[in-house]
């Protein structure tokens, strides 16, 4: 028997498969999509069986595999296919594509080992003589066993672990292992809401599309009830006997989202998130894989979940960019569940507030069936929100805080109310720099200011993770002028417990939720009402629902405008909304208000009047006449090296290729990347716009073969991208 294996090298020069001989002895157990070992030059590697054969056309002598890793396969046949589709969608080589599918220790690679959790249960031996003497914990344990039938090793070695050990040893007891499961399911079960009478009529429209790859965009309002909808189409799914996945954008929405489908569906749940740990990632894998639960919930990665009879797919917040992968491959996860949509025949359900505009332009032309949910359930009202202008603001702000804000957070601590403040950035300041000389302090690694974080006393980097002290005196002018400037998550904090002295605040970004179990808990403390205030970043603008929480304040609404991007606009109106959102959810009106030094911006006053459809064809005018999507692709491909004159020459030579070869595409560039140098590498970058290019994918494909040997320049292309 010889089999093609795809070994676990990302080179480019080795995205093909190799023949080996498999030994009569292990000939059984060869499947296709499992992992073997085998010799590949002076090195043992692992790869995928991607074929089986009984001859090669090779004319070398072939080696054997030195041994099989899985008893069942670990990629499918529809995994097999996915693969080879993002390898051609995204231009990277085939094993990346498999690897990024699987949990670490499932990938094919060499010296990965995450072992399984066993427990040890006792029972009694049915041959045990009764009558023999015993001391007395040895007694108590034969008549504990006696009565529960078996126990766990560890709770009977409370009572005596050397009598446990007699026990053992002279085979009065027996000890079976049994594999368990590293995360526990909640099995508090919740009584479900009753629908509203347009909740049903959406649930009805999606199941006349059961069978069927149909596209569903579920646009409804902050507070409209599309999670209970999801549920109840989860539920009929379920009673189908068919399997379903649910995507949320955030790890912060997971914790939420997952604890009211568990309330629901008791322990039929699996979760795949990146906070989870490899063997917790390994052992729900594993659960999906052998068809012990029929939910999936998590964030990107969980699209790739090994279910095998797919009946419902929905991805919940649709306009979040963390959908997209930033590293190879660069795939988005709503592609890859258009493509199991297909491939299972059943529909996907892409649900939003704040829909991106490419998907609003698709239902609008029929592309995708449009579904909307326009008011809040039971009528609640939304929040009413007020623009603060700053320019004039300033002159009587506490710190970052204008007096209609102080005065509205105070009256709502009195009221023993919540309140949600956002600020877009982390860290204490933004920049530090020499207000002498001007000097700022920058990564040496990269083209960026360093981020000064108070709590640990670091300036850090957060491209690279460079970190290093502050310092005192300038390395330019010497002085001791070095200043924190701008405004971070941090300082905001401290200005909040000078001014709201017995308010109890908890902080949520990057810093406050590094460790595990870090955005449950902070959830978890603030819905049981044990802190008034909750400060953060993006993380806590969608999908929150806190009950309590009556007012939202935005600290400062310009940070995501005054980003170098075409989009720059369309994400300051969906952060707004989505923050907005998470006040008045419960029976308390909500109130918002928005601090700004551009209150005139279309973003800001469209979503003060929670106007979407007015924002939506602002912004169509405005990328029609640039040319932007939707109404063009756009496709990155950016020029990397460490040196610079090697970036810069080889970019023109990238550009006058281009320029050569595609006929109907604009080519903008080449210049500078938006961040010039990461981590020593510097950037440069080429932008096409095009509306059909049927060369493209050959001519990029060249591109990548002619510099896929080059080991001072490196091409990384992005279809589609979500920043540019």
């Not at 599309?209 to 965009?217: W, Y």
């Not at 999906?288 to 990107?300: C, L, Q, S, Y």
């Not at 919540?418 to 990564?443: A, D, P, T």
């Not at 952060?575 to 700004?596: C, D």
Request: one cysteine or more; aromatic letters at 8%; proline letters at 2%.
């Amino acid at each position: 028997m010889i089999i093609e294996v795809l070994v676990e090298l990302g080179n480019r020069n080795m995205n093909k498969t190799f023949d080996y001989l498999v030994p009569t002895s292990l000939e059984s157990k060869i499947k296709i999509g499992i992992r073997v070992q085998v010799p590949f030059g002076k090195q043992q590697l692992e790869g995928f069986v991607l074929n089986i054969k009984k001859a090669t056309s090779l004319e070398v002598e072939l080696k054997e595999i030195i041994t099989i890793l899985d008893e069942e396969v670990i990629l499918n046949e529809e995994l097999l296919k996915l693969g080879k589709y993002i390898m051609n969608a995204t231009l990277c080589t085939l094993i990346s594509a498999y690897q990024v599918m699987l949990p670490k220790a499932l990938k094919a690679k060499h010296k990965v080992s995450i072992q399984k959790k066993w427990e040890s249960y006792i029972t009694l031996s049915t041959t045990y003589d009764p009558y023999c003497k015993r001391n007395a914990n040895q007694t108590q344990i034969i008549s504990l066993l006696k009565t529960v039938g078996r126990m766990n090793k560890k709770e009977l070695e409370t009572i005596s672990s050397s009598s446990v050990k007699t026990l053992l040893k002279h085979k009065v007891i027996i000890e079976n292992k049994e594999e368990v499961y590293r995360r526990k399911n909640q099995t508090e079960i919740l009584t479900k809401y009753p629908l509203t009478s347009l909740q049903k009529q959406i649930v009805e429209k999606v199941l006349e599309k059961r069978g069927k790859d149909q596209v569903f965009l579920l646009h409804g309002v902050t507070g409209s009830g599309k999670t209970e909808v999801y549920m109840e189409l989860v539920e009929k799914t379920l009673k189908e006997g068919k399997e379903s996945i649910v995507l949320v954008p955030e790890i912060s929405l997971t914790e939420q989202i997952v604890a009211r489908f568990q309330k629901r569906f008791s322990d039929d749940i699996a979760i795949l998130h990146s906070r989870l740990s490899d063997g917790e990632k390994y052992d729900e894998w594993r659960k999906i894989a052998r068809g012990e639960v029929k939910i999936v919930i998590g964030a990107r990665s969980a699209i790739f979940a090994p279910l095998k009879n797919i009946g419902l797919l929905i991805i919940d917040e649709e306009h979040t960019t963390s959908y997209k992968q930033e590293s190879t491959p660069k795939y988005h996860a709503i592609d890859i569940a258009k493509w199991r949509s297909n491939y299972h025949k059943c529909p996907l359900i892409l649900g939003s507030a704040t829909p991106t505009l490419e998907s609003y332009a698709r239902a609008k032309k029929g592309i995708y069936y449009l579904l909307e949910m326009k008011e809040r359930v039971h009528q609640k009202a939304l929040p009413e929100v007020e623009i603060v202008d700053m320019n004039q603001a300033m002159k009587t702000c506490k710190g970052h805080f204008s007096h209609l804000l102080t005065n509205k957070i105070q009256e709502s601590l009195e009221k023993k109310e919540q309140v949600i403040l956002l600020l877009n950035r982390r860290g204490y300041s933004s920049f530090v720099s020499c207000q002498q000389c001007g000097y700022v302090e920058k990564c040496p690694k990269c083209d960026i200011t360093l981020t000064y974080h108070k709590s640990s006393g670091m300036l850090r980097c957060h491209y690279c993770g460079y970190a290093t002290n502050q310092r005192e005196f300038c390395p330019e002018c010497s002085e001791k002028s070095m200043t924190n400037l701008g405004l971070g998550t941090e300082k905001i904090e401290e200005e909040i417990k000078q001014l709201f002295t017995t308010a109890k605040v908890i902080r949520m970004d990057f810093d406050t939720t590094s460790k595990k179990g870090a955005h449950e808990k902070i959830i978890t403390s603030f819905q049981k009402q044990e802190y008034d205030i909750l400060l953060g970043t993006q993380m806590i603008a969608k999908g929150l629902d806190f009950a309590n929480v009556t007012l939202v304040g935005v600290i400062n609404a310009d940070t995501s405008l005054n980003i170098p991007d075409f989009r720059s606009s369309e994400y300051t109106y969906q952060l707004l909304s989505q923050v907005a959102g998470r006040s008045g959810r419960g029976e308390k009106k909500g109130n918002v208000i928005i601090q700004t030094f551009n209150q005139d911006h279309y973003a800001i006053q469209y979503a003060k009047n929670h106007d979407y459809e007015g924002f939506y064809q602002k912004e169509m005018s405005i990328r029609r006449e640039l040319g932007y999507p939707p109404y063009y692709y756009l496709t990155t491909i950016k020029i990397l090296s460490k040196n610079y004159d090697d970036a810069k020459n080889h970019s023109g030579k990238v550009f006058h290729y281009l320029e050569k070869n595609l006929t109907s595409t604009i080519i903008l560039g080449p210049s500078i990347a938006s961040v010039f140098k990461i981590n020593n590498v510097y950037r440069f970058q080429i932008i096409l716009k095009y509306k059909q290019e049927e060369k493209l994918t050959m001519i990029l494909n060249n591109i990548i073969e002619h510099y896929k040997a080059n080991s001072k320049v490196k091409i990384d292309i992005v279809f589609d991208p979500v920043h540019i």
